[in-house]
Antibody, heavy 119, light 113 residues
Framework: QVQLVQSGAEVKKPGASVKVSCKAS????????INWVRQATGQGLEWMGW????????GYAQKFQGRVTMTRNTSISTAYMELSSLRSEDTAVYYC????????????WGQGTMVTVSS | DIVMTQSPDSLAVSLGERATINCKSS????????????VAWYQQKPGQPPKLLIS???TRESGVPDRFSGSGSGTDFTLTISSLQSEDVAVYYC?????????FGQGTKVEIK
């Protein structure tokens, strides 16, 4: 079945970086965009950016410009989101989500990856 | 950025009764070229990722019960649950995908009265 499976929980210190993976299966990885959305505990959903796995082009929310990098490895159908200069406010569940095109809703979501930033 | 504002923040509805959630965008999310409304509705249960219920403001995803319906255009949108079931207890989010950054409403928590 179509699914996105994310890497496991991470605990990082302030100032460090984290890289979360999102492995696609059940469909052709390069034909759908991958978006990243985060959710702090008890809070709403915050879109971070998107990537086209075919071309590798990306678009990031202004808030994360300079701190986030989205990449992919098409040979293993996996997308990555790396966030640097972590601070406590980055503690959240990070989701990858598939979008059929750049202008589409997110039809398949990963299970989420908890990232905790703590000294 | 387009701001999506949902109302109410929470509501309690009796089993079998109607639940209505509103979502207002700070600017139009409708494209005049194709007459489409770039609004989606998601359902999120505790400990789970969001699940897409409705796209294009009113198109139900495959497998979504027909008690869920979406309506609206321009800047005002509505999600209706016609007959609330116990499994519908969740937080519901609207989202616009008309422009970047994609933005979500703050969420509406639906509970059983």
């Amino acid at each position: 079945q179509v699914q996105l499976v994310q890497s496991g929980a991470e605990v990082k210190k302030p100032g460090a970086s984290v890289k979360v993976s999102c492995k696609a299966s059940g469909y052709t990885f390069t034909t759908y965009d991958i978006n990243w959305v985060r959710q702090a505990t008890g809070q709403g959903l915050e879109w971070m950016g998107w990537m086209n796995p075919n071309r590798g082009n990306t678009g990031y929310a202004q808030k994360f410009q300079g701190r986030v990098t989205m990449t992919r490895n098409t040979s293993i159908s996996t997308a990555y989101m790396e966030l640097s200069s972590l601070r406590s406010e980055d503690t959240a569940v990070y989701y990858c989500a598939r979008g059929p095109t750049t202008f589409d809703a997110f039809d398949i979501w990963g299970q989420g990856t908890m990232v905790t930033v703590s000294s | 950025d387009i701001v999506m504002t949902q109302s109410p923040d929470s509501l309690a509805v009796s089993l079998g009764e109607r639940a209505t959630i509103n979502c207002k965008s700070s600017q139009s999310v409708s494209h005049s070229s194709n007459n489409k409304n770039y609004v989606a509705w998601y359902q999120q249960k505790p400990g789970q990722p969001p699940k897409l219920l409705i796209s294009w403001a009113s198109t139900r995803e495959s497998g979504v019960p027909d008690r869920f319906s979406g309506s609206g255009s321009g800047t005002d949108f509505t999600l209706t649950i016609s007959s609330l079931q116990s499994e519908d207890v969740a937080v519901y989010y609207c989202q616009q995908y008309y422009s970047t950054p994609r933005t979500f409403g703050q969420g509406t928590k639906v509970e059983i009265k």
